[in-house]
């Protein structure tokens, strides 16, 4: 079997615990099972980053290769290009985008320095797979440096449109350097037409079959692998959970009352604050629900560097004072609102036991949390979904409630509905969407790719 090599911006060294959704659970059991190496940024800053040799820990049959950035690189680069630019780039937002020139020339030299300490370690056996807008010059540049081996590369945002993506600093040359992999996937197929016809009008590639793309003489497959779960061991995380301290305490201080969650980071393509405000509606339009309900919101802090993060932030905590001191009263708190992370587990058990799952994008690739929350359900009792329809995961979860991000009637009156759902209705609904998850796994998820990647090669 061939070695894999994942490339990605940050590693998740063995130290760290793993969160709910994101790129290392949905990964971690694939390169875990067939050995590998996972390459890319330790999260550390220092001024001598860029002279110090990548790091090398051995856990659980994986081999991790990490370096660091040095503080202006981490400034430019992530803070900078990634996340002020691309990051609402590709969720097609285009009033956060920020852009200095010299923060994406930073960016080019980082994932320039990505290739030269990745080179070293690679095997002329080794298949490459390179994850998300942070790379998406990393595997020209690996071509240039004489690198043939099977590369792909998976993107975990959603791909825009292509008069968004004009918008883009050297776009046609992000999109001609994606072009030297050997498969582009993307999450949905929304997604993989938005690049296809963004190749060829942009970049000059030419469409030689259905999936697959020709440009300077290298041909390149494109299509949709929509990431997965395992939702049956989630499933009993879940319900293992169910009587830990946490929810016990959890069940105390809810006194009888609904329970709406919802877990994301604090990042403006959430939807938090319209999110807010479709709850607040509801207790404004639907007063039956005042006294009756709780909502809860787990919002981790994430790239507080980010001039927009630190303005979300502000906006939420004034809606949160706001929403409390008018709808509260002495003994019922509406709105609990938390910007630490918790433990997975914990995560788990706080999904089974909510009545509603308030998932609400403006716009996500995928969105795991609400593949996680189907799988957390009692299928005796199971819970209500509310998902955006702007969520990638809403292609498969068809039968949750499907809203509207923006507007906040449409929110509360799914937030009604589905407090007030009859048992049948809820069944059905859970089981169709739990039916979409059946026999799908992060590690199925994976190997299907790998599997396209090398018949790719072979053809």
């Known amino acids: 079997m061939k070695r894999l090599v994942i490339v990605s911006n940050r590693v998740p060294v063995p130290k760290e615990g793993l969160r709910p959704g994101g790129l290392a659970v949905v990964l971690h059991d694939l390169l875990a099972l067939q050995g590998g190496m996972w390459f890319g940024w330790n999260g550390t800053t220092s001024v001598d980053a860029e002279t110090t040799p990548p790091q090398i820990q051995h856990a659980g049959g994986v081999e991790y290769a990490t370096i660091g950035l040095t503080p202006a690189e981490h400034k430019h680069y992530y803070t900078g290009f990634s996340n002020s630019t691309l990051w609402p780039l590709m969720h097609s937002l285009p009033e956060f985008i920020h852009f200095e020139r010299r923060e994406l020339s930073t960016y080019w030299s980082v994932n320039e320095r990505f290739c030269e300490n990745l080179l070293p370690l690679l095997r002329d056996d080794d298949t490459i797979w390179i994850h998300d807008y942070h790379l998406l010059p990393l ?80 041909t390149v ?21 169910v009587e830990a301290p946490e929810l016990k305490q959890l069940r105390s201080s809810l006194a009888g009352r609904k329970l709406i969650f919802g877990v994301d980071r604090m990042d403006p393509t959430k939807g938090l604050c319209d999110r807010l405000a479709g709850y607040d509606r509801l207790l404004e339009s639907y007063p039956i629900w005042q006294r009756n309900v709780t909502f ?158 090398e018949a790719t090669v072979a053809r």
Not at 221 to 241: K, L, M, N
Not at 383 to 412: F, K, W, Y
Request: glycine share 8%; with cysteine.
């Open 139 to 218: 595997a020209a540049q690996l071509r240039r440096k004489g690198v043939n081996m099977p590369i792909g590369f998976f993107l975990h945002t959603p791909f825009p449109a292509p008069d968004m993506l004009a918008i883009a600093p050297d776009g046609g040359t992000f999109l001609r350097d994606m072009l030297c992999a050997d498969l582009l996937g993307f999450q949905t197929s929304d997604d993989t037409a938005n690049f296809i016809f963004a190749a060829q009008r942009t970049a000059g590639a030419r469409l030689v079959a259905p999936d697959t793309l020709s440009f300077e003489g290298h």
């Open 221 to 241: 497959r494109v299509g949709s692998f929509a990431v997965e779960i395992d939702p049956d061991a989630f499933a009993r995380t879940a319900a293992e959970a």
């Open 296 to 453: 809860l919101q787990i919002a981790a802090e994430s790239r507080v560097d980010v001039p927009s993060y630190r303005a979300l932030r502000q906006e939420l905590e004034g809606m949160i004072g706001k929403l409390n001191a008018q709808r509260g009263q002495a003994d019922w708190t509406p709105l609990r609102f938390l910007t630490r992370g918790s433990a997975r587990r914990v995560v788990a058990g706080y999904m089974r036991q909510a009545q509603i799952g308030y998932i609400t994008p403006l716009r996500d690739g995928m969105n795991l949390v609400a593949k996680e929350y189907v799988a957390a359900q009692d299928p005796d009792d199971p819970g209500v979904l509310i998902l955006s329809r702007m969520a990638g995961a809403a292609r498969q979860l068809e039968a949750a409630l499907l809203v509207n991000p923006l507007d906040h009637d449409d929110l509360a009156d799914a937030l009604n509905r589905a407090l007030g759902m009859p048992k049948a209705e809820r069944r059905e609904r859970w089981q169709a969407c739990r039916t979409h998850l059946e026999g799908c796994t992060a590690l199925g998820w994976g190997q299907a790719f790998l599997r396209t990647l």
